[in-house]
């Protein structure tokens, strides 16, 4: 038993001092090499993504705990003063300012946002960051009646670290 186990730790140890490499589909394994810019391909450019950083997390859960709360001063506290928007269900996008969204939100009794997971990312050649995130939300109208939504959004976040631009996709599954 001991035996086993040290073997195990020290296949564990192996595994995790493996350096990342690249591979595509057409790559041989051969032809693997060690890549540290980057993974994945933004297909137009053929530029990389890279892991980005909890510091943009952060906002982005607050920004969604301000949303949850229906708190306006806290979502443009963490944006700029207009925030262009694709929703899932329109086609051109929208620009939100304080005044549409406390007009949106009135229509509100309440809003439950639970996100699955947050992945901040960069492209590289990008001057922004995004975070992807994936949540269930419900959202209660005063009618009595209730949106329900799976959603997946990309939040772009600027160098100075507000939210610019938000892009919702449909994510029911």
Not at 49 to 78: C, P, R, S
Not at 104 to 111: L, V
Not at 157 to 171: L, P, S
Request: aromatic share 14%; hydrophobic share 40%; glycine share 4%.
């Amino acid at each position: 038993m001991k035996n086993v186990l040290s073997l195990w730790f020290a296949f564990v140890f192996f595994l995790a001092s493996c350096d990342r490499v690249t591979v595509s589909s057409d790559t041989k394994i051969s032809d693997i090499v060690e890549d540290e810019k980057g993974a994945g391909e933004w297909v137009s450019s053929g530029a990389k993504y890279t892991l980005g950083n909890d510091i943009h997390v952060a906002t982005v859960k607050e920004f969604i705990q301000g949303y949850q709360n229906m708190n306006v001063e806290t979502i443009f506290n963490l944006s700029k003063d207009s925030i262009k928007v694709f929703l899932h269900n329109m086609e051109e996008p929208m620009y939100m300012n304080r005044a549409l969204l406390t007009q949106m939100f009135s229509k509100y009794d309440s809003i439950q946002a639970k996100p699955v997971y947050f992945l901040p990312y960069q492209i590289e050649g990008w001057n922004h960051s995004v975070v992807q995130v994936v949540s269930n939300e419900v959202r209660f109208l005063k009618d009595g009646t209730q949106e329900n939504e799976r959603l997946l959004e990309k939040f772009m976040i600027n160098k100075e670290g507000k939210v610019f631009t938000i892009r919702q996709f449909d994510a029911a599954w």
